[in-house]
């Protein structure tokens, strides 16, 4: 969360009669508005996503992150939130295409009944990414585990924000395992000319690559920091350089970070996207005639997609065969093919000989990417 309205500050006098008015109207929705930043992938310096920031009507100097503060300490953050997400998720229909949503939310309101009902009146949740705030402790609150659980099945991806900062320590990292890792601006900040900050960025990139999730930097400020997280490899950045939260969205087309050149044409070239191959795919219901074929050698493999077009697995002729479950590799099309090769490093002998699926930025299928394929792009780098 790279506004910095969002932090939280001591909560204004409860006892303000019109502050308590202000509160009460919220709650019920009233006054209760969102503004999108832009998240940019530095690898192409395209939009990709937008993160929702809640803001309210009345008095300037009641911020949001003061709201969000009195709410707490009278008790009723999760209707605030509740009252936010909703304001955000009726927005998403309009999101341009092949971008994603982050929305915020405090450990503490999640697996509460109002902003459980909020994602559920939500739909389905693809596409949307549940970002953990992480101002207080995660791991205390057993019940946010099982939300977490319940809104992955519906769809959402989960990111972490802060990390580095405050509570999210390697170990709720670890026990999330979160698809985005948000660094920090206390870590952004200045990591064009502090090494030690650009050591730990990458260090925390090589970790994201092996939990098989994006690193994303907030609070870029400068074409000095963009450029330098760009040298440092990390996929996915926002912050005022790149564009101020607005209400209308940011244009995908656009070229964000005024002067800032994408990388050059070798790391292009070294992305997923010349190497995709299409390969025949089968709706999740149809696996069992799928496999029927794969034994008859009907085909040599099968990918498995759900209602939405995203893949959730996928079936090989050698894998049915031996009577084994087939476990790919996900990734996004924009992934470089050096980091897709350091996360097969990580995985087991027998998951290695599946193909990476590769998605598009909105998480539907494009087609595969074989390992003689990737070894072989690897080779020519």
């Not at 503060?69 to 605030?80: D, N, Q």
């Not at 963009?226 to 209400?247: E, H, S």
């Amino acid at each position: 969360m790279t506004d910095v309205a969002a932090r939280p500050a001591a909560a204004p006098p409860p006892d303000a009669a019109e502050w308590r008015s202000l509160l009460a109207g919220a709650l019920r929705g009233e006054g209760v508005s969102s503004v999108f930043q832009p998240i940019v992938d530095l690898q192409r310096l395209a939009v990709v996503g937008y993160e929702a920031l809640a803001r309210f009507v009345g008095p300037p100097e009641l911020t949001p992150d003061r709201w969000f503060a009195a709410a707490a300490a009278g008790g009723v953050l999760p209707s605030l939130e509740a009252a936010s997400l909703r304001s955000a998720l009726a927005r998403r229909p309009h999101l341009p295409p092949n971008c994603f949503l982050s929305v915020n939310v405090e450990p503490e309101s999640l697996g509460s009944p109002e902003v459980m009902r909020a994602f559920a009146d939500a739909g389905n949740l693809r596409g949307l990414v549940v970002e953990i705030t992480e101002h207080r402790p995660m791991l205390a609150n057993a019940g946010a585990g099982r939300a977490l659980a319940a809104l992955r099945e519906a769809g959402a991806l989960v990111a972490v924000d802060d990390a580095g900062a405050g509570h999210s320590g390697l170990q709720q990292i670890l026990e999330l395992r979160p698809s985005i890792l948000k660094l920090d601006r206390v870590l952004v900040a200045g990591v064009d000319v502090d090494e030690a900050k650009a050591a730990l960025v990458e260090m925390l990139g090589v970790f994201a690559n092996k939990i098989d999730a994006w690193l994303l930097a907030e609070g870029v400020e400068t074409q000095a920091e963009a450029r330098r997280l760009i040298d440092l490899g990390v996929p996915l950045a926002q912050g005022y350089f790149f564009g101020r939260p607005a209400n209308a969205w940011a244009s995908p087309d656009a070229s964000p970070g005024g002067a800032l050149e994408p990388r050059g044409a070798e790391a292009k070239a070294g992305t997923l996207g010349p190497l995709v191959e299409t390969v025949g795919w089968v709706a999740s219901d149809q696996v069992a005639q799928a496999t029927q074929r794969l034994r008859a050698g009907a085909a040599a493999m099968f990918v498995v997609l759900d209602a939405d077009r995203r893949p959730v697995g996928v079936l090989t002729r050698e894998a049915v065969r031996r009577g084994e479950a087939s476990t790919p590799l996900f990734a996004n099309v924009n992934s470089s093919a050096r980091e897709i090769a350091q996360r097969l490093a990580t995985r087991r002998p027998t998951d290695t000989a599946s193909p990476v699926v590769v998605s598009d930025n909105a998480g539907r299928y494009l087609g595969v990417v074989t390992i003689p394929r990737l070894l072989a792009a690897l080779a020519d780098l």
